[in-house]
């Protein structure tokens, strides 16, 4: 769930434009919910007149409304400070929202020094009292597990199932992707399903595609194409469903295929900021299917993607570089393939091995090529674990070894590497056979 904390709303503008349900129904309610409606209207600083003498006499609900003015310099100079000492004022009154404000600034560090505790002692104040906002809030980090705070699937179920019930678009969406995914409940796609609905109409983009996929893998008549619902979702303007529309019309799995078609499906999803589509975008325009080849073009959407941090077109972007022969590209190549491989990029993670095998764009340096092939072995790559025996046979940075490089050639070759399999045949051919 932890790509899911973008998630978690502004918390000064959006509370502050939000429903004044809470205030409680007296003269200075209706004085403070008279000022929600001028600001709401442009008019922040008579707002702020408003709300500044009721925070004095201690009113909760107006002390919160004049920190998120102070947060966001809205009718009044900004002064997080100051925005920080009224929330904690109205939330040390049981005001749930300016508690869920309060957590997470504790969450984040905003203002305060981080501590998941602190965070998860004002969301829970705040989502005992029905603030949806926090309940999810609370779903993410038990379901994270955040710091302090261990991770807790029933917890954050329970959290996330209360902030569904109230209508709020992100639990629903992941309260369905836990009962798809088994986690933490038994598989349930039928209850999933019905969540991914409810998010869907809540105007949640993430269900709408999730539905897409999940329709386009039931029955269907014969006239009904394995796409339709994925399309669906790609005019409407999901990246993710332009990318996987694009995807498979390009290679004809699920689609028929029409790589002009798929092209275009996939500039869209690069357009809209999609870095894997970014990077195939790119590969397009390098291999000239489906628009006319253009290197130049082809490099720098493969460059975008990479500085996006997408892990593949890092990797490319690293072997373009390496291509240029000059010593300073070289060394940044060799930066673009470690962040690839940080990544478990395992074709990074070779080439970094031979970058140091070779001594090119860095010293050259045996032990650390062969760290870098162990890794990109472990990870399966044929070729790094060719070149581990290679090293073995021939005592380069290890203890020669003639029967740990047979080995390592078995294992290759298995890998399909057809140097190693050449190696093996050659070895077979002299009594000397992998063992099973």
């Not at 707002?47 to 998120?68: E, R």
């Amino acid at each position: 769930m932890g790509k899911n904390v973008r998630a978690f709303r502004s918390f000064a503008v959006a509370t502050l434009l939000g429903s004044t349900a809470l205030l409680f129904a007296c003269t200075e309610g209706r004085d403070v919910t008279r000022g929600v409606d001028l600001y709401r209207n442009g008019h922040a600083k008579d707002a702020v007149a408003i709300w500044q003498p009721l925070a004095s006499k201690g009113n909760a609900d107006a002390q919160f409304f004049l920190a998120s003015a102070y947060a966001e310099g809205q009718g009044v100079a900004r002064d997080p400070q100051l925005a920080l000492d009224l929330y904690r004022k109205s939330a040390e009154a049981g005001q749930p929202r300016a508690q869920y404000n309060l957590g997470v600034m504790y969450l984040k560090g905003d203002g305060v020094p981080a501590s998941s505790r602190e965070a998860a002692r004002w969301l829970k104040q705040s989502a005992l009292q029905g603030y949806a906002d926090a309940q999810y809030a609370l779903g993410l980090m038990y379901g994270d597990g955040v710091q302090d705070i261990p991770r807790n699937l029933d917890l954050s179920r329970k959290w996330l199932t209360s902030a569904a019930q109230k209508g709020h678009p992100r639990a629903q969406f992941l309260l369905g992707r836990l009962y798809f995914t088994g986690t933490g409940v038994s598989r349930d796609v039928s209850q999933a399903t019905s969540w991914f609905v409810r998010a869907a109409k809540n105007g949640e983009p993430d269900a709408v595609y999730q539905l897409a996929v999940l329709r386009d893998h039931l029955p269907r008549s014969p006239s009904q194409p394995a796409t339709s619902s994925l399309a669906t979702a790609a005019r409407a303007g999901f990246p993710k469903a332009q990318y996987d529309l694009a995807t498979a019309l390009m290679t004809g799995r699920g689609a028929a295929k029409d790589a002009v078609t798929g092209a275009a499906w996939m500039l869209k999803a690069a357009d809209a900021g999609y870095a894997p589509a970014i990077y195939d975008y790119g590969i397009i325009l390098r291999d000239g299917v489906g628009r006319t080849a253009d290197a130049i073009a082809a490099a720098r959407y493969i460059e975008r993607s990479a500085r996006a941090g997408y892990a593949p077109a890092q990797y490319e972007y690293g072997r373009m570089l390496q291509s240029s022969r000059t010593g300073p590209q070289q060394r940044n190549a060799i930066e673009w393939l470690r962040k690839a491989a940080a990544q478990g990029h395992a074709d990074a993670m070779n080439a970094v091995g031979y970058a140091y095998f070779d001594g090119v764009g860095v010293e050259h340096d045996l032990s650390v090529a062969r760290e870098w092939f162990e890794r990109a072995s472990a990870s399966g790559q044929s070729e790094a674990t060719f070149m581990l025996a290679t090293m073995y046979a021939n005592g380069e940075s290890v203890t020669k070894d003639g029967a740990e490089a047979m080995k390592l050639y078995c294992t290759a070759a298995t890998q399909g590497s057809e140097r190693a399999r050449a190696m093996v045949r050659s070895k077979r051919a002299s009594g000397v056979m992998c063992r099973s």
